[in-house]
């Protein structure tokens, strides 16, 4: 079985999306508590979470080009977007914590 594409949806499911990040957000909290750290941790820990989500991105290429079964696929895409979940909540936090620019 070929890769599929995944076509971009252009954040038409952005509601749901933003939910599921403030739950994510809820979640690191209760487990880390409120953070901080310098920039250069921040740098480490996001570059550890893309890393998760790469990770099961790769699962997932690898498990449709052998043609895995289904649930196989399914589990993996719930990982994915787990993952994706994770990062953007995280990588949101970096963007708060920079501020508001004044042009935007």
Known sequence: M??????DHQLRELIP???????ENIEQVAKWGIQEHTVAEWAVI???????LQKEL???HFALQRGA????????????YAEAIQTVALTLKVAEMMGVPRDA
């Open 2 to 7: 070929s890769d599929p594409k995944f076509r």
């Open 17 to 23: 999306l933003a939910s599921a990040v403030m739950r």
């Open 46 to 52: 996001t570059e550890e979470e893309a890393g998760e």
């Open 58 to 60: 790769c699962n997932l």
């Open 69 to 80: 079964p289904e649930r196989e696929v399914r589990d993996i895409q719930r990982r994915v």
